[in-house]
């Protein structure tokens, strides 16, 4: 199993830049895909943007993709989610998330580990 923990969210004003840190620990030595996740208030959860165990693949949601860039350092098990031109919109508690199988999906379903989640707020 792994576990995973979030850190960086916070409050930053529209146009600002923040980065997600998820932190994996306990059985780390499976090479899995990590993904990123999100839920506004009142919202269904969505898929932000994934990525596999070499960073050769990365996936982003349309409403994401050139503002966003996902990464990963194996070597510090730990994955980051860079980003930048935030919007109000991009508000919520953000999730990463494992898979211990092939393919950067879009379907939380398909991954087994979560973290608690981490909050991002942004002003107007």
């Known amino acids: 199993q792994v576990q995973l923990v979030e850190s960086g969210g916070g409050l930053v004003q529209a146009g600002g830049s923040l980065r997600l840190s998820c932190a994996a620990s306990?059985?780390?030595?499976?090479?899995?895909?990590m993904g990123w996740f999100r839920q506004a208030p009142g919202k269904e959860r969505e898929f932000v943007a994934a990525i596999t165990w070499s960073g050769a693949s990365t996936r982003y949601a349309d409403s994401v993709k050139g503002r966003f860039t996902i990464s990963r350092d194996n070597a510090k098990n730990t994955g980051y989610l860079q980003m930048t031109s935030l919007k109000p919109e991009d508000t919520a508690v953000y999730y990463c998330a494992a898979r211990t199988a092939l393919g950067t999906s879009t379907a939380g379903s398909e991954y087994s580990h979560w973290g608690q989640g981490t909050h991002v707020t942004v002003s107007s």
């Open positions: 306990g059985r780390t030595d499976r090479r899995y895909v």
